[in-house]
């Protein structure tokens, strides 16, 4: 089960990963992209500020947006955990609850061979005496 764990965490963290290099990849487009624009707009910068921080805006909103999605897969892990420990408990006591009763079956079936035989043999010495 920890291996199921352990997978979900290295999910978790490469959806992270590929989210945070997107991420980073983006601000990298959006910085060149920023010189380039000022370069061949400088008396129109105000325009630009303003278009500037929008894009800053949404860039904020996806990151906080992958922080929840993180959030998310952490509580689902610590309940996939907690599941598998319920599950772990419910079988080590069907385990020994079933041990248990074939233990007491097999007990039951060796006295009730036990106690066959030895009708049965006692049936046999009753019917050799009698017949001699």
């Known amino acids: 089960m920890n291996e199921i764990v352990l997978t979900t ?42 278009a500037l921080r929008n894009i800053f ?8 947006n992958v922080a929840v999605l993180t959030e998310r897969a952490r509580d689902l892990t610590e309940r996939m955990a907690a599941v598998e420990r319920t599950v772990s408990d419910l079988y080590g006591q069907y385990k020994d609850a079933a041990g248990e009763a074939a233990r007491a079956q097999a007990a039951g079936l060796k006295a009730g061979v036990r106690a066959g035989m030895a009708s049965l043999l006692k049936t046999l010495n009753t019917r050799k005496e009698s017949s001699s």
């Open 57 to 64: 805006e949404d860039i904020g909103k996806a990151t906080e």
């Open 9 to 50: 965490g290295v999910v978790v963290f490469v959806v992270y990963a590929v989210f945070h290099i997107a991420y980073l990849v983006e601000m990298r487009r959006t910085s060149a992209a920023l010189r380039r624009f000022i370069a061949k707009t400088d008396d129109n910068i105000q325009p630009a500020l303003s």
